[in-house]
């Protein structure tokens, strides 16, 4: 049982071992339970005493970032990006961890079963019109993070994750801020620039004004 400030928090066993969704660089992702809503939730536990797998451990002051990242997007909500429940610190017999508790994507990441199975079922028309629609969800999420003064930096297949939606069969979104930074309004327009772009066919967000990022 992991106790949060507001919420309590269990990993899901299965056969004597814990629900393990990935074996990751930074910590492991499980599945976990929310107690007082009895809700599925994705439980990442992130080492801060250790080296793992030949990775560095986070450094306290790393930690602290992604705790205060954490705790700000815990604050605000947006359909592509996994929504943060809680985090807490724990310590285990001297080690000391890092808990993050978000919104469970039920079907994996874009490495997964189910987005090989849909290439598999769709036709190349379909294919086409679903992977407009997983960029644009992508693009949504990242333009919520600029707005928000977040740059994520780790924009990879392993952290684009499909949920379950019961109307539209699934919504991307997007997670691991292991890596984000959060930036001062001051730094953020400095990213802001039309200089010396004119001629390429496509721009990224922060080469367009403000107004043209819908
Ligand atoms: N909320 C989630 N729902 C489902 N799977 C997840 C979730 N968060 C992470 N995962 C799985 O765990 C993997 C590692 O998580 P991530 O936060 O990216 O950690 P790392 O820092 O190790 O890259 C992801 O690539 C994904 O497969
Ligand atoms: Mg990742």
Not at 41 to 60: F, Y
Request: aromatic content about 8%; hydrophobic content about 40%.
């Amino acid at each position: 049982m992991i106790e949060c400030e507001n919420a309590t928090f269990e990993r899901v066993v299965e056969d004597g071992e814990f629900i393990q969704l990935s074996r990751g660089a930074y910590g492991d992702v499980y599945e976990a339970i929310w107690k007082e809503k009895e809700k599925k939730v994705a439980a990442k536990k992130i080492s801060l005493s250790e080296q793992k797998a030949g990775n560095v451990a986070p450094s306290i002051a790393e930690a602290d970032a992604i705790r205060r990242l954490s705790a700000t997007l815990s604050e605000k909500e947006h359909p592509n990006i996994v929504k943060i429940f809680d985090c807490t610190k724990q310590l285990v017999r001297e080690k000391e961890f890092f808990w993050v508790f978000m919104e469970l994507c039920e079907h994996g990441d874009l490495k997964s079963d189910f987005f090989a199975n849909k290439l598999k079922e769709k036709s190349p028309k379909d294919i086409e019109i679903m992977k407009v629609r997983i960029m644009a969800d992508i693009a949504h999420g990242i333009t919520f993070l600029h707005d928000n003064g977040i740059v994520h930096r780790d924009i990879t297949h392993k952290n684009i994750l499909f949920a379950k939606d019961p109307s539209i069969d699934f919504v991307v979104k997007l997670t691991d801020f292991s890596l984000s930074k959060k930036l001062e309004p001051e730094d953020m327009s400095s990213l802001r620039t039309t200089k010396g772009q004119a001629n390429l066919p496509f721009k990224p967000p922060e080469f367009l004004p403000r107004e043209d990022r819908q």
